[in-house]
C-alpha cells in the first residue's frame, strides 16, 4: 500500500490541494518578468523616464519582495507550504506581515508586478501585473475557504485585515 506522500506525488496533476493555482501563478509572474512588454509595432507607455517614476516603480518592487519574503519567513517551515491548501497541522498566523495583510505572498508579487510594469513603461506588463492581481484574488478566496475550514478564528481575521494589498484591500 502506498504511503500518503507518494500518492500526493502521484497525483499532483489532480490540484486537489490547489497546485493549478501554484502553475498559472507562476506562469503569470513569467510573464510579467519576461513575457514581451508591447504588441508588435506598439509604443512603450508614455511615461517619460523620470526620477519619480524610476523610485515609485523601485519602491514597489523592493516592497513587493520585502512583503513576500517577510510573509514566507514569518509563516516559518510548520506552515509554509507551495499550495494554497493549509498545511495539516499547522496554525493560524495572524501577526508579523500578516497582520497588515491577509495574503503577504501574494500581495508582495502584486507590488512587484505593478513596479516593474512601471519600470519598463510595458503595457501588455502592465496588463499582465492586472491579470496577476485578478487572479491572486480568485486565489485567495479558494484558499480562504480552506483557511476557514481548518481554523475557526479565521473569520474574525478576515474582518479586521485587508486581503492582498496593505491599507488598500
Not at 107 to 128: D, H
Request: glycine share 12%.
Amino acid at each position: 500500500m502506498p504511503d500518503t506522500l507518494s500518492t500526493h506525488r502521484a497525483s499532483w496533476w489532480k490540484g486537489t490541494r490547489g497546485e493549478w493555482y501554484v502553475v498559472i501563478q507562476v506562469a503569470l509572474m513569467a510573464l510579467v518578468v519576461f513575457g514581451p512588454r508591447t504588441w508588435p509595432g506598439g509604443n512603450l507607455l508614455s511615461l517619460a523616464p523620470s526620477g519619480v517614476w524610476t523610485a515609485a516603480s523601485v519602491l514597489l518592487m523592493l516592497g513587493g519582495v520585502g512583503l513576500t519574503l517577510a510573509g514566507g519567513l514569518w509563516l516559518g517551515r510548520r506552515n509554509l507550504t507551495p499550495v494554497p491548501c493549509p498545511r495539516e497541522g499547522g496554525t493560524l498566523v495572524d501577526s508579523g506581515p500578516f497582520a497588515v495583510v491577509r495574503h503577504p505572498m501574494y500581495g508582495g508579487g502584486i507590488l512587484f508586478a505593478f513596479g516593474w510594469a512601471i519600470y519598463v513603461r510595458g503595457p501588455l506588463t502592465l496588463a499582465y501585473a492586472v491579470a496577476l492581481l485578478v487572479f491572486a484574488d480568485v486565489k485567495a478566496r479558494r484558499e480562504e475557504r480552506w483557511l476557514r475550514e481548518a481554523f475557526p478564528g479565521y473569520e474574525a481575521y478576515q474582518r479586521r485585515v485587508r486581503k492582498l494589498i496593505p491599507l488598500l484591500y
